[in-house]
């Protein structure tokens, strides 16, 4: 065989091998391994609790500090908007964060982006989330651009589709046990509802599942050992604001505003430890990062975020997740702040805003 | 920069290939010789850009002092250059490299306060400075100038074999460079370098570090001071030997296709050394211009074999030691170059008896003992190595589950995390044969312990299988070289292999970029 021949063969067979594995990846795409389809099921529950609202809409988004951080029948009955919470876990990228906003908010709702620190110095997918999203958000990859397509890629692992292309035959073959496989949406939608009437009467099948959200999506603290860590909350760090949600925020925002939607940004609860010191170079540099990259945005901050530490009593079970108790606290710090923010950009009665 | 670095492979050698080609078609050979030297010395300058000065510094002295060499080839005053030369350069690297080491022992042997000199030691000087040794020496031996100075400055400098080797002779790359058809690369050459280097970021990429974290693991679990069973004590000890075999064997043949690539024939380093059947075979199969420099220049001027069967043995010694400091200054690694001595002068004295062995006793009588050197050039320190010994030994335990009945030792298994979709996935399916009541074949199958024995046993089997690249593709046919489609499925499936598990590569430096 001669070299021009052996190129071609290496080109062939290279392309040969691409199209298995572009193959095995669509066949793994949607296909679930225990337990992580829950989070599947928590997006379902989200996004019927997000259908169901009608009005004014406070719209909160971030990690799970700010699924476990607010109690949003507090926010709502204190601001007279509708209030659901979107947000659960801090590894999802930012993109996808914002993605669940413009799928639901309408003109002249509010947005308030509690986004968890590391957030906004993240320059990568994290292989949770690109295994996560394989699963239960195909589409996501698909609408990203080719860049980022290739992004993602880099953080899927190879593992996961191999486990993933098990699932497809285990699903054609039958061989596929229950508890593999998920719930319709609809059995779903109909369990949460059972739940949040008091009625529901089967098993919870994990700890952050969509039965241990309420009605306004926040999580439903129940009696989990409590695991107070400590942490500097990505703020002791010296790295600077990344690409990906300078852009991702900057389209985001971009939309809102020809939508007439309102955007805030919030600080996260944070517990005194120490980890963290904001009175730090590092912090008080970081901090100034990220209100500049804000404030380019023409973005406000709600408060400050000496307004929003805790003490580390207040931790429910992670260093981000607040107790029942603290999240109402914590909303009730954030109720002023947010209400004279509300009145200072626009009209502060949203039942005028219809 | 490192040559499985995305920054290397998509851009900087894209560039200089076909700046280099562009280059060969009309302009002189000293312009593309130029430009080979402008890319190779920024490559070099890449991580640590004042480290070319030492570089460029000791081209340039070494060239005036072969020229002073040439110039009194006639007069006793080349030798006296020659000689001054040698010193200089094993001054400068003995500075560099073993000051700091030398402090410590004199601080330790006589209880000195002596501070250790800090610095950066320049990448890859300890491989330039033995090629223009032999240079210097080459000049003096041929009584003519070799090189001009571009070519002498691009021989020491070309970026394949700059940091890690081959230690190239003047009359294996020099006349390469002269040749009127350099810079004039053909079909076979590109396709043969492209093809060796792909075969050698494979072996890297996919198996040296995958490699790498059983033996971290265990070695790191020594240097904190954690006992280990033997059996994870054997598990980390093979896989370093594996680890590095596969590290240098990596290296060493992206250097001949990169050098093939510029239509530069690049000495063999590496010829499959764990398939050697004695001690003395294992050196001329492993760092094979390393051997042959210290052979050349060390063990023969003192004497080789030529002074008594005493002096033999004790140069054999010599020579090795150095060879072993050459790596690195540790009072381990002049241990491991000792041990390799001792066992070539015992393999010496074995050919007298005329005893035959068995391929498997000859075998596993080379590759034990040259494994079980391997923990001194893997400790960071001696009382590391002998704890080491002492794990393997079983002073720990055979195993970490000893005394435990099976079916509790298959229930204390630790799941490899990484495998646990996998895993869980047949699970589910109720694909897994039951073993035993409760426990299936997946405890097993997916255990740390299990998959290290699988990582370094299939690594063992490629080193005894498969054939050596370089000889597989140069074996001619028709006067070409012998391009077979199982090369080229096996390339593309490396290339495949890479992109896959690209975003959790966890690629670390090549072993020999730290000598």
Known sequence: MSASKFLKWLSCSFATFSAIVVA???????????????????????????????GPTIWLQGGSSTWFGFDSELLSSRTGYQVVNLAFNVTMPSEFCFDEIKRFAKPNDIVILPLENSMYFRDYYSNYAANELAIWAPDFFWDLTWKRKAMYLKYLSWRKVIAGVFARFGQITGSFKNQLKPLEPGQVVANAK????????????????????????????????????????????????????????????NWTRSNNIRVFMSWIPMARNEKLNLDHPNAVATISRIRSFTDSLNLNFLGNPEDFLVEIEDLYDTSHHLTAEAARRHTETLIPILNKAIANTGDSNPSSSN | MLFFDPLF???????VWLGFKAIGIRVPRSVSIAWLLLASWVFYAWAYPVHLFWLIGSIFANFLCSIAIQKN?????????????????????????????????????????????????????????FQQISYLVTTYRERRMIARPLEYALYVSFFPQLIAGPIVQPGE????????????TNLNDIALGLCLFIIGLGKKILLADNLAPIADLAFGQIAQGDPISALTAWMGLLAFALQIYFDFSAYSEMA?????????????????????????????????????FFKNY?????????????????????????????????????????????????????????????????WLLTFVPVTLCWTFFRAENLNEALQYFSALAGTHGWASTDGLPFIEYLRSLDQTEAWN?????????????????????????????????????TSLLVVLLFPRPFVWMRQPINGNARFTKKAAFLCSFIITAILIQSGTLQATQFIYFRF
């Open chain 1, 24 to 54: 095995l990846f669509c066949l793994h795409l949607g296909q679930p391994w225990w337990p992580h389809h829950h989070n599947r099921e928590v997006r379902i529950a989200k996004h019927h609790i997000a259908e169901s609202v009608e």
């Open chain 2, 298 to 362: 060390l063990y023969i001027p003192l004497g080789g074999n030529r002074l008594g069967f005493l002096r033999r043995h004790s140069n054999i010694l010599i020579t090795m030691t150095i060879a072993g400091l050459w790596h690195g200054a540790n009072l381990t690694f002049i241990i491991w170059g000792f041990a390799q001595g001792l066992l070539l002068s015992i393999n010496h004295f074995w050919r007298f008896s005329r005893v035959q062995l068995p391929f498997e006793v000859s």
């Open chain 1, 194 to 253: 059972a739940h949040w009437n008091g009625d529901y009467q089967g098993d919870v099948p994990a700890y952050y599942n969509y039965l241990t959200i309420n009605r306004y999506g926040d999580f439903e603290h129940s009696n989990h050992a409590l695991w107070r860590g400590l942490h500097d909350y990505n703020l002791m760090g010296t790295r600077p604001i990344s690409e990906m949600t300078r852009e991702d925020l900057t389209q985001f925002v």
């Open chain 2, 173 to 184: 790359m020099i006349p390469q460079l002269q040749s009127k058809t350099f810079g004039k």
């Open chain 2, 421 to 457: 979709q996998v895993h869980y996935s047949i699970h589910y399916h109720g694909w897994y044969p039951k073993l035993i009541t409760g426990i299936h074949i997946g405890e097993l199958v997916f255990s740390k312990p299990f998959l290290s024995f699988i990582q370094v046993t």
């Open chain 2, 73 to 129: 080839v006639d007069s006793p005053r080349a030798k006296q250059f020659l000689v001054g030369g040698i010193i200089l350069n094993l001054l400068i690297l003995g500075g560099f490299k073993y000051s700091g080491f030398a402090t410590e022992s004199l601080a330790t042997i006589f209880g000195l306060s002596l501070q250790p000199p800090s610095f950066l030691l320049p990448l890859a000087i300890s491989f330039f400075t």
């Open chain 2, 9 to 15: 492979i998509f851009a900087f050698l894209p560039v």
């Open chain 2, 256 to 292: 001949l296709g990169l050098g093939l690539l510029f239509g530069i024939q690049l000495p063999e380093n590496f010829a499959s050394p764990y398939r050697a059947l004695s001690i003395i075979d294992f050196w001329r199969r492993w760092h094979i211009t390393l051997s042959s």
